[in-house]
């Protein structure tokens, strides 16, 4: 089975807010669900930034209008807001590319082109 933190345990129990009627919070919801997280995600959640990322994710998608009961509707959200969703995560990598070297590519029998008289691989390519 699916692990869904919005899954109440109970559908007959009062709300834990105790006030009928009322509906609850993002983050009441996440706190009463706390102990039923799995143990890496609930290592996470103690760090307060990835946290309010979490929450902040989960209003989104509540706004959206997305039934948290439904796994397969929060996949689909998921999916289709993950471009932005990585382009606001903090310390994101940025876009890697691959260096290119515009001279001449130096022998390893070649002299080396620091000037010292040596080959290139007794001297500033001994290392590669």
Not at 49 to 68: C, N, T
Request: charged fraction near 40%; aromatic fraction near 4%.
């Amino acid at each position: 089975m699916i692990w869904n933190p919005f899954k109440k345990k109970d559908e007959a129990a009062p709300s834990a807010n105790g006030k009928p009627g009322k509906k609850e919070s993002i983050e009441e919801r996440i706190e009463r669900e706390l102990d039923s997280l799995p143990a890496m995600i609930k290592g996470k959640l103690k760090d307060p930034e990835i946290k309010k990322r979490f929450i902040d994710i989960a209003k989104r998608m509540e706004k959206d209008g997305v039934d948290f009961k439904s796994i397969r509707q929060m996949k689909k959200w998921m999916k289709d807001h993950e471009a932005e969703l990585r382009a606001e995560q903090p310390g994101a990598p940025a876009k890697v590319e691959t260096v290119k070297h515009e001279g001449p590519k130096i022998g390893r029998n070649d002299p080396c082109p620091c000037g010292s008289g040596k080959k290139y691989k007794k001297c500033c390519g001994a290392g590669k």
